[in-house]
């Protein structure tokens, strides 16, 4: 089942285009206007301190908090990291596909392998929008060990992030190469 989403790479890539440029959308058109242009804590990719995350909260406000909260974190945010997870297992899976070692793998092996290169990325994702979403909905939560714990979250995400796009780009490199 798994080796059937390689098949929908591109179904895949374009709706999770579509949904990033929509999250991204949201957030300079409108969820910067309610924290006074300050970013989202989610797009801090080198994390933030305490007094950073805390004037960020501050500046949206209870109204803003909610505001975020619903359009972003109950929404945006509950979907992105399982489309994101899936379009990053089947392009691993697609790319994996034009080298010969890697279809040597019984599918099991194969999406395994995506598996693991994928899922502590998503784990951390949906971990740090638990912990922003927290916060947001209830201010009090807020204190300087759970924003560093939030930010910590952030970098962690992007990192574990880094590691299949990475080996999603050597293996179109090494399958490029193959074929030249």
């Given at each position: 089942m798994m080796l059937r989403l390689s098949r929908h790479a591109a179904a895949l890539c374009f709706v999770c285009v579509a949904?990033?440029?929509a999250m991204t959308a949201m957030e300079f058109l409108y969820f910067r206007q309610l924290s006074s242009g300050l970013p989202s804590?989610?797009?801090?990719?080198?994390?933030?301190?305490?007094?950073?995350?805390?004037?960020w909260l501050?500046?949206?406000?209870?109204?803003?908090?909610?505001?975020?909260?619903?359009?972003h974190y109950l929404t945006f945010d509950l979907l992105f990291p399982a489309l994101l997870s899936l379009?990053?297992?089947?392009?691993?899976?697609?790319?994996?596909?034009?080298l010969k070692n890697f279809r040597a793998l019984s599918a099991q092996l194969q999406s395994l392998f995506a598996l693991v290169l994928v899922l502590p990325y998503?784990?951390?994702?949906?971990?740090?929008?638990?912990?922003?979403?927290?916060?947001?909905s209830d201010f009090l939560s807020a204190n300087p060990d759970s924003l560093s714990l939030a930010s910590a979250l952030i970098v962690t995400k992007f990192a574990l992030l880094a590691i299949?796009?990475?080996?999603?780009?050597?293996?179109?490199?090494?399958?490029?190469?193959?074929?030249a």
């Open positions: 949904v990033f440029v804590l989610d797009l801090r990719f080198a994390g933030f301190t305490p007094d950073e995350g805390m004037a501050t500046a949206l406000g209870r109204r803003g908090s909610e505001i975020i909260l619903v359009w379009t990053l297992v089947s392009l691993i899976l697609a790319a994996g596909r034009r998503t784990l951390a994702d949906y971990a740090q929008n638990f912990a922003v979403a927290r916060m947001l299949p796009v990475t080996v999603i780009a050597a293996f179109q490199l090494m399958g490029q190469r193959r074929r």
